[in-house]
């Protein structure tokens, strides 16, 4: 049976990139195919980006893929234990500052990027923390209101 899910298909390349030593992107939609997913290579290069899963050389010369954390497992969160946290958001003249539970910052930054929106010139992403750069003359408050539509739990 195929299963079509985003947030199970990533915490599942998450688990074969933790558990494997994958050279390709063959491998891994091999492996994918495996567990019952059915994924074109163009939506796992997509999932890889967002994951932030890249190759690295290994002491034995090979080229795997890897997880951003040395390669430990991490499931992705669920809405629900992400809507367990209180979120914060602050403003530094044109800075926005969003803070996150641990591990949350980079997909908060990944959802900001892709909206391109004019208000938002781009992000740095930490563990728990994204610095959001408004362009000039930006009203804080419609700004604000942009990112706490697309996350309602920030305060």
Do not use: C
Request: charged share 25%.
């Amino acid at each position: 049976m195929e299963k079509f899910d985003k947030k199970a298909r990533l915490q599942t390349i998450r688990k074969i990139v933790s558990m494997n030593s994958l050279e390709s992107q063959e491998e891994l939609l091999e492996a994918l195919r495996k567990e019952g997913f059915v994924s074109t290579q163009t939506t796992l290069s997509r999932d890889l980006k967002q994951l932030r899963i890249s190759k690295v050389r290994v002491r034995s010369g090979l080229s795997v893929y890897a997880l951003p954390r040395e390669g430990q497992f991490e499931p992705v969160p669920t809405l629900e234990e992400i809507n367990q946290t209180k979120w914060r958001l602050n403003f530094s003249g044109n800075l926005m500052v969003v803070h996150t539970p641990p591990g949350h910052a980079s997909m908060v930054a990944y959802d900001v990027d892709n909206l391109k929106h004019p208000y938002f010139l781009g992000t740095v992403a930490g563990d728990d923390t994204v610095l959001v750069v408004l362009a000039e003359g930006v009203d804080r408050e419609k700004a604000g209101f942009i990112i706490r539509d697309m996350f309602p739990k920030l305060s």
